[in-house]
Each structure stands twice: as C-alpha cells, then as structure tokens.
C-alpha cells in the first residue's frame, strides 16, 4: 500500500510529495518497529522461526503478555524497564537480554541491519520532533549518506532523484521487509 502512494503522488507537486513521504516514512518505522516487537515476544514464547527452528531463549513464556512482562522485570531486580523500545539494536538488547539468548538469530539479524534501523529511526525523529537534537542526529546521516553537509530538507531528502536512485523512501520500502524476512528467517 505504501508502495502505490509514491506512485500515486508523483503527479503532485514537491511540497505535497514531500509532505507525503513524510507521513508513509513515519508510518513505515512505526510497521518495522512493531513488527520486531511482536517477533521478539512470540520468540520468547517459544514460537518457531519460518524454517522451523526454535529460538534460543533463557525462559519460555506462556503468552505475549508474560513475555512483555517478563522482558521489563526478568533478572532485573530493581532495575526493571519502564517500557520495552524497539528502534534500534542497543534499544532491543536491554529489552531482550533475560528472555532470549543474544546469540540466537533473532538478535545477530538485528545487529545485521542496525546501521539502517538506526539511520531510519534518526529520519523517523526528525519528521516527529523536529528539534534541534533530531537535526543534528539528522544531518549526521545526510553527511555520511552524501558527504560535506547538505542542507537538505526532510521531504526532498526522501523523494529527490537528484540525488538517488531510488528514492530515499522507496530505499527504505524495499529494505523494512527485506529486514524482517533476515530476521524471521531463523
């Protein structure tokens, strides 16, 4: 569905196509970012990868509320999370570490992709908070992305074809299930 929206507002004008990345950009981190979360908590309870394997976990979980509750009190002591964060790889392994194993595929796939997860999880803030710490986690991907330091704005960052080919945004809609296929793949 995503995908057709870039088709569909090629027709539009740039400040509307901008205005469009933006919303399906912040839409499709919101997919990746709740899908990892659903695979780690069916994982932890005990649900095999797509090949058949079982994953590698310290304690088996009886449901998905067990493993939300056991992955922010398990092993803890009064250290227990306040909430469970699945934006980037450091984010996943306080969330994961007591529950399941970190050498199981689940995670050495999110250490994978982090570089990516991270770099949209940095685009993803920006577009949502706009302040002066997302710009300048922001414009540290555009240097490393192009080089020097453009001052690109957020909606031609995502769909300029001066730039890229393909767009930064369908870049992004090609990878999210590119990485979610690696990491339930087992």
Known sequence: ILSNYITDCAA???KYQYLVSEVMMLRLFSILESTI?????KLACGAPYKNGVAPLTYILCTSIHDAHVKMKSHNR????????????????EKCIKYVLNLT????????NHDSLIDEMRIIRNHIAHKNP????????????????????????FLTSTARNIPINIQRYLISVPVILDDISKG
């Not at 979360?37 to 908590?41: F, N, Q, R, T």
């Not at 199981?104 to 250490?111: A, E, G, H, S």
């Open 133 to 156: 710490s997302t710009a300048r986690q922001y414009y540290q991907v555009l240097r490393l992305i192009y080089g020097g330091n453009p001052r690109i704005s957020m909606g031609a």
């Open 12 to 14: 539009l004008e740039s």
């Open 104 to 111: 199981d595929r689940f995670y050495t796939n999110i250490l």
């Open 37 to 41: 979360e659903e695979m780690a908590l």
């Open 77 to 92: 002591g009064r250290n227990s999370l306040l909430y469970l964060s699945w934006t980037k790889a450091d984010y996943i």
